[in-house]
């Protein structure tokens, strides 16, 4: 299993970005998935989570409305499309998967991408 990042940038207060998360070596209709960021000094915080077996979703308080994510099932290939960004949305960004069930603990996932970094001032 291997996830690939990619699509962090600095932008301006108030900008948009688009993140990809591609994955190869499983289907991703058949894990859960979740998208994470860190800042140096603190712990991993849970951004978002989906499950497209049940289509559930969930995202933290702090991005509802200005957040959402997607997939193109022929690319194997998640997205988060980030709206209205502020610059305490600035830090590395992750994708993850591995649970079977919707979570935003990063403790529940096996997986994770490198990261990308996405700066906002």
């Known amino acids: 299993v291997q996830l690939v990042e990619s699509g962090g940038d600095s932008v301006q207060a108030g900008g948009s970005l688009r993140l990809s998360c591609i994955a190869s070596g499983y289907n991703i209709r058949r894990t859960c998935m979740g998208w994470f960021r860190q800042v140096p000094g603190k712990e991993r915080e849970g951004v978002a989570s989906i499950c497209l077996g049940t289509g559930s979703t969930d995202y933290a308080d702090s991005v509802k409305g200005r957040f959402t994510m997607s997939q193109d099932y022929a690319k194997n290939t998640h997205y988060l499309d980030m709206n209205n960004l502020k610059p305490e949305d600035t830090s590395m960004y992750y994708c993850?998967?591995?649970?079977?069930?919707?979570?935003?603990?990063?403790?529940?996932?096996?997986?994770w991408g490198q990261g990308t970094q996405v700066t906002v001032s």
């Open positions: 993850a998967a591995g649970p079977t069930f919707l979570s935003m603990r990063p403790s529940h996932y096996n997986y």
